[in-house]
């Protein structure tokens, strides 16, 4: 299981882009790269995942660079509301989620 | 969304007691999986259930703890002699059944308090 490694902490403000960068430096072949968002007293929420490349959808972009040992989850424009604990997870198997401590981005007006 | 849902919300319990979590997942969805949260901790992975069966379970899914699917659509969680330690949000998750068990449905979880 590819061990994960992110920043504990992150300060923005309002409107600015967030990229949070995710280290995984023993990623497998087969592992993707999922992203989580959680909120206070809710559960996880999924938000993007990846393989390589880039990725986008409607709430964040995922880059991983072609070595794959790492991932930058990047937030376009955030808003007070996008204030939360975001993880970075990896994994290969169809199984349960491993969850680390996650960055815990805080939007300032 | 697909909602997955959890009753009750907030149990408050006397160590020893034994208490029982529900939680109705996304229909038609043959995995299932625990999860509780210490408060100011991360989210850990307590079981998973496949097609009725456990299928995977971490080292804190001791004997107090068990999983059943009692109907067609609940599956609970039961903890039989609940410990100070114990208290912590718990929460139940269905994939999503198009991105693979990456992505995850959580339930709004239920707060465990035990006094």
């Known amino acids: 299981l590819a061990k994960t490694t992110q920043p504990i902490s992150m300060d923005s403000y309002e409107g600015q882009e967030v990229n949070i960068t995710c280290s995984h430096n023993?990623?497998?072949?087969?592992?993707?790269i999922t992203w989580y968002q959680q909120f206070p007293s809710q559960g996880p929420r999924f938000i993007i995942q990846g393989y390589k490349t880039k990725v986008t959808n409607e709430v964040a972009s995922l880059f991983i660079p072609a070595d794959r040992k790492s991932s930058t989850l990047s937030l376009p424009r955030v808003s007070l509301s996008d204030t939360a604990v975001y993880y970075c997870l990896v994994f290969g198997s169809q199984g349960n989620l491993i969850f680390g401590k996650g960055t815990k981005l805080s939007v300032k007006p | 969304e697909p909602e997955v849902t959890q009753t009750p919300s907030h149990q408050v319990t006397q160590m020893g007691q034994e208490v029982i979590l529900r939680c109705v997942p996304i229909s038609n969805h043959l995995y299932f999986y625990w999860y509780r949260q210490i408060l100011g901790q991360k989210v850990e992975f307590l079981v998973s259930?496949?097609?009725?069966?456990?299928?995977?379970k971490s080292e804190i899914f001791d004997d107090q703890f068990s999983v059943e699917r009692p109907d067609g659509s609940n599956f609970t969680l039961k903890i039989r002699s609940t410990k100070l330690e114990d208290s912590a949000m718990y929460f139940c998750a269905s994939p999503s059944g198009l991105g693979g068990a990456y992505e995850q449905y959580f339930g709004p979880g239920t707060r465990l308090t035990v006094t």
């Open positions: 023993n990623i497998a072949t087969n592992d993707y």
């Open positions: 259930f496949y097609n009725n069966e456990i299928s995977e």
